[in-house]
């Protein structure tokens, strides 16, 4: 279990995924953010309001950015990096644009957000 990683609240936390699953989201830890009930579903939380959601998931694609860093990644690299849920990722890779294997780390990331970029 974790603590809620909103800043100042020491509640225990929930998992959220910042890319929902309904959104094409997948199980590895950066798109993981805990959450107490309130900051997780309450008023001031991802599922209510827009703005702390988009915010969550710029804050994802920004760390995603960074750990891609470089132009291109080979699969197997992709699933190093990402170190968690392989089969979905080979999944989700198979319709990802590449050549001879190697994906550009522009795709990567939209891929692993969801299919587009924030
Ligand atoms: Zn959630
Ligand atoms: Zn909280």
Redesign the pocket.
């Known amino acids: 279990m974790k603590n809620c990683e909103v800043k100042g609240c020491n509640q225990l936390g929930?998992?959220?995924?910042i890319v929902?699953r309904s959104q094409g989201g997948l199980d590895f830890k950066l798109n993981y953010k805990y959450?107490c009930p309130a900051h997780?579903?309450g008023n001031e939380s991802?599922?209510k309001k827009k703005e702390i959601d988009l915010r969550y998931k710029r804050e994802m694609q920004m760390e995603l950015l960074s750990l891609f860093f470089e132009d291109t990644y080979s699969l197997p690299q992709i699933i190093e990096l990402i170190g968690e849920d392989k089969k979905n990722l080979e999944k989700k890779f198979r319709k990802v644009l590449n050549t001879a294997g190697l994906y550009k780390r522009e795709d990567i990331v939209r891929a692993l957000m969801g299919g587009r970029t924030y």
């Open positions: 929930q998992r959220h995924h929902f959450l997780h579903t991802p599922h």
